[in-house]
């Protein structure tokens, strides 16, 4: 367009490199075809196209803006969904990233704030002090602080009349009165001589302390602009302390800033490598977890095996019961004695009601068997029986709530004797027991739902604690050993009766 209406400047602006059509080109070419309304219609077209391609690309670009511009709203406002609706694909930061994040900008306000502050405090405190100097009179200190006096306007002289014919001429004065000057003294009166008298010695009065106001403030004047220029030094001198106490700081801070650096780096790469020990540490949670099902259903059979013994151990010493009862029938005996029950607690009982119980009924047992000689025999029965594990909390563990330990209890030779396993009692493992002739009492505690009961000592302060599984194995091992405390408690009652 532009070639054909001969804008050859437009034209190469365009990119266009070609020859500007000369007169002589346009006669052997032929006459230029004239603009019709075609190619009218064809430029409004371009331009009405070339207008709405821009305002597309004008809105296009707008609403890129506008959402770069959201996204980082909401990104800064915490609104990561609203961001994720707009095209962000970044990530959440951290607790930990936030409130390093907060922390930085917390301290970095607070320098500001600080930095700020004392500005204003120190050009307040020069204020203040300035007026103090100003008020107490000490201008010199108050000028060395920046302060600046108002300046003295200069006191123009005063026109002196002509001094009249009678007043008497200094000493070494050479001038002397006119005749005029001494017509008019002589006619002068007397009044007005003296009143210009007064007014000329007031005039000069007034001329002499002008004139020492004048040097006194022209003195203050330099003084003033000494103490200006030894004030200048001084700040000059205070500002290349500052600069100086500046630059220190800077490389201070550098080599502290490096120094935050290499933390950094090193409290990264300790985030970095905490996914793998999350990773490690769920694992090793796995495992323990499997060991102490493992361990868990290790002891639940233990104890299921334990309980088979025990019943038995049990339907073994009830045929043994069965069988010597027979026997006693057939052979005419009358003798024959059963064990203590089994007891069974009462809903509501406490401890020194069950306590008082197993008392009862194991002395009740134990003279019975005294008297009639089978003592011993009770005796055997009630250790064969007793035996199992035990939860034990020994008198000698520190601590308000000691060392509790599962270990393996059962009776040999008149002790209670405990290891760690039940498996072999003859392998060789070491093994500690308790005396029963030191055992002093045993009692049942509160509350009765923990199955525990105490073993107390005389030859010592504190109990042994033991804790059973269910209620029926505390009632067995407290029935056993009082049992047997009640057996040696009857022995001795009859061996008393006898000697008497």
């Given at each position: 367009y532009y070639v054909e209406i001969g804008d050859y400047a437009s034209a190469r602006a365009l990119g266009w490199d070609g020859e500007?059509?000369?007169?002589?080109?346009?006669?052997?070419?032929?006459?230029?075809?004239?603009?019709?309304?075609?190619?009218?219609?064809?430029?409004?077209?371009?331009?009405?196209?070339?207008?709405?391609?821009?305002?597309?690309?004008?809105?296009?670009?707008?609403?890129?803006?506008?959402?770069?511009?959201?996204i980082d709203y909401y990104v800064k406002t915490r609104q990561y969904a609203a961001a994720r609706a707009y095209g962000w694909d970044g990530s959440e930061p951290t607790a930990e990233t936030e409130l390093a994040a907060t922390s930085i900008q917390r301290h970095y306000r607070g320098f500001r704030q600080r930095e700020d502050y004392k500005d204003v405090r120190d050009e307040e405190a020069r204020q203040q002090w300035v007026a103090f100097y100003v008020r107490t009179g000490q201008v010199d200190k108050a000028i060395e602080l920046g302060y600046e006096p108002p300046s003295i306007p200069a006191v123009p002289k005063l026109p002196l009349t002509e001094r009249s014919a009678n007043t008497a001429t200094p000493a070494g004065s050479a001038r002397g009165l006119s005749c005029f000057e001494s017509m008019s003294s002589f006619l002068t009166p007397r009044k007005v001589k003296a009143r210009r008298e007064l007014e000329m010695h007031s005039v000069l009065v007034l001329q002499r302390v002008s004139r020492g106001m004048l040097a006194r403030a022209r003195t203050r004047l330099l003084l003033r602009e000494n103490l200006l220029y030894e004030l200048v030094n001084r700040?000059?001198?205070?500002?290349?302390?500052?600069?100086?106490?500046?630059?220190?700081?800077?490389?201070?801070?550098?080599?502290?800033?490096?120094?935050?650096?290499?933390k950094a780096q090193a409290i990264q790469a300790g985030y970095r490598g905490r996914r793998g020990r999350t990773a490690a540490r769920a694992r090793k949670d796995a495992r323990d977890q499997s060991l102490a099902a493992e361990r868990a259903r290790i002891e639940e059979a233990r104890a299921e095996e334990e309980r088979r013994r025990r019943e038995a151990e049990a339907a073994l010493l009830a045929r043994k019961r069965e069988e010597e009862a027979q026997r006693a029938a057939q052979s005419g005996r009358e003798d024959v004695i059963d064990e203590p029950p089994r007891l069974q607690l009462?809903?509501?009982?406490?401890?020194?009601?069950?306590?008082?119980?197993?008392?009862?009924?194991?002395?009740?047992?134990?003279?019975?068997?005294?008297?009639?000689?089978?003592?011993?025999?009770?005796?055997?029965?009630?250790?064969?029986?007793?035996?199992?594990?035990?939860?034990?909390?020994?008198?000698?563990?520190?601590?308000?709530?000691?060392?509790?330990?599962?270990?393996?209890?059962?009776?040999?030779?008149?002790?209670?004797?405990?290891?760690?396993?039940?498996?072999?009692?003859?392998?060789?493992?070491?093994?500690?027991?308790?005396?029963?002739?030191?055992?002093?009492?045993?009692?049942?505690?509160?509350?009765?739902?923990?199955?525990?009961?105490?073993?107390?000592?005389?030859?010592?302060?504190?109990?042994?604690?033991?804790?059973?599984?269910?209620?029926?194995?505390?009632?067995?091992?407290?029935?056993?050993?009082?049992?047997?405390?009640?057996?040696?408690?009857?022995?001795?009652?009859?061996?008393?009766?006898?000697?008497?």
């Open positions: 500007p059509v000369t007169a002589g080109d346009q006669s052997a070419q032929g006459e230029r075809r004239p603009i019709t309304d075609d190619d009218a219609a064809a430029v409004v077209i371009q331009a009405q196209y070339r207008g709405w391609s821009r305002r597309n690309k004008f809105k296009d670009e707008r609403d890129e803006a506008a959402r770069i511009e959201w700040q000059e001198e205070r500002h290349a302390k500052r600069i100086e106490y500046y630059v220190n700081m800077f490389l201070i801070n550098r080599e502290r800033n490096a120094a935050y650096h290499r009462r809903p509501g009982m406490t401890a020194a009601e069950v306590n008082e119980l197993v008392e009862r009924s194991t002395r009740r047992s134990a003279r019975s068997h005294v008297e009639k000689r089978r003592e011993q025999e009770l005796a055997t029965r009630t250790m064969q029986t007793a035996r199992g594990y035990l939860k034990k909390t020994s008198p000698k563990a520190r601590g308000p709530f000691g060392s509790t330990h599962v270990r393996y209890f059962y009776f040999e030779a008149d002790r209670l004797c405990w290891r760690k396993s039940g498996e072999d009692e003859d392998d060789g493992e070491k093994t500690k027991a308790i005396e029963l002739d030191n055992v002093e009492s045993v009692e049942v505690i509160e509350p009765l739902e923990k199955f525990e009961f105490v073993i107390k000592l005389r030859d010592m302060a504190k109990p042994y604690k033991m804790r059973a599984n269910n209620q029926d194995e505390m009632l067995m091992w407290v029935q056993a050993l009082k049992t047997l405390l009640a057996i040696k408690e009857a022995r001795r009652h009859a061996g008393s009766s006898s000697r008497n």
